[in-house]
């Protein structure tokens, strides 16, 4: 049956049934349908494109606007207003592939009785193998969403997760709508925090930190992609290359924080995501104490840190707050009601 062309709905039902109809199932078929679909729009090359004669009759391109003389496209029209009829593959449409023209849900839902190309199938179906075996969606996709926008990820990134909006939000809290802060993120990964908090400070200069090149190269292209400027990109260990004498009004982090031997980590987290940005040693501790002794040299008086940290780690990272001239200390629940969270106000009179 791999021969024969699918329509949209035979083809998310073959999904499913390929990734043995988990919980997740039909919303990750749906995002690699949309990956194929949305690969398959072609750009128009505005520089050659000349309408020579109408649309043909079986094509629904009704803005168009066509006469029987030979006249440059109009670029202000030169977009499909409708899906292609049912009777046509996909892939022989060409699209303006601005943000406005990308296929959503919303498409696949109306559309149902329209068809995949073999070739579309074919890529969907390769698709549909690596998520078999545990491949994250986001990885196979290579974007993930994050607060109001989509972020590139590769296995060299953590994937975003929802839990750590919730940083973003108590972060935002803290830093003035009006006045220009400063804020030094650690451990910036595919740059989400820092440009989810740049989206929403625009006088806030934030300096993000990786260790990795290869994440930082993903944070500066998606920095680049969501022009927001205010944020600079700086390999560094932690502190070790922030100049002495720097000081910043915020420090915030999701380091890495799992034990080596946590067993509720799942299989496809350690197989997938980058080591390095997961376990750390002293029971998912050692980076979190580094962070937490350092952070003093580098805030201003009365600076905040905020960070992420494991679901029954909260506690331990209190006490070592408590014990590094913070006061004001807190933990936030998450959804799922487990103390994800841990933010501190450095203490004016003892740093």
């Not at 109306?110 to 075996?133: A, E, G, H, V």
């Not at 804020?183 to 989206?199: C, D, P, Q, R, V």
């Not at 990786?210 to 992609?225: E, G, H, M, P, T």
């Amino acid at each position: 049956m791999t021969n024969q062309q699918r329509t949209i709905a035979e083809a998310l039902q073959y999904g499913i049934k390929q990734l043995k109809s988990s919980e997740s199932a039909r919303l990750d078929c749906e995002i690699l349908l949309l990956k194929v679909l949305n690969e398959s729009l072609r750009p128009i090359n505005l520089s050659t494109v000349v309408l020579q004669k109408s649309p043909p009759a079986n094509k629904t391109v009704d803005r168009f606007m066509s006469d029987e003389s030979l006249r440059p496209i109009n670029l202000s029209t030169v977009v499909l207003q409708k899906s292609p009829p049912a009777n046509k593959t996909v892939d022989r449409f060409m699209f303006d592939k601005s943000p406005e023209q990308i296929l959503g849900k919303s498409w696949l839902l109306t559309w149902p009785d329209n068809s995949l190309s073999l070739k579309q199938f074919q890529q969907y179906s390769d698709y549909l193998n690596l998520r078999s075996k545990g491949m994250p969606v986001a990885y196979i996709t290579g974007e993930k969403d994050f607060w109001t926008f989509t972020l590139s990820v590769t296995p060299d990134t953590l994937i975003p997760r929802p839990e750590t909006e919730l940083l973003v939000d108590y972060a935002l809290e803290k830093i003035s709508m009006t006045e220009s802060t400063r804020l030094l993120e650690l451990g910036t990964g595919s740059g989400a925090i820092a440009l989810a908090i740049a989206s929403e400070r625009k006088n806030c200069r934030i300096v993000a930190t990786d260790i990795s090149y290869a994440a930082l190269n993903i944070a500066k292209k998606n920095a680049l992609s969501l022009k927001l400027s205010q944020v600079s990109f700086q390999q560094s260990s932690w502190f070790d290359s922030i100049n002495e004498g720097m000081e910043f009004d915020m420090i915030i982090s999701n380091p890495p924080y799992i034990a080596q031997d946590d067993p509720q980590l799942e299989h496809n987290v350690k197989k997938y995501e980058p080591l390095a940005a997961l376990f750390a040693a002293d029971n998912g501790l050692d980076d979190i104490k580094q962070i937490i002794k350092n952070a003093p040299d580098y805030l201003k008086e009365s600076g905040w840190i905020l960070l992420e940290h494991g679901y029954n780690q909260a506690e331990a990272v209190q006490s070592l707050l408590n014990n590094h001239a913070f006061t004001r200390i807190a933990s936030i629940k998450d959804l799922n009601r487990q103390e994800r969270i841990t933010m501190a106000q450095l203490n004016e009179y003892k740093k």
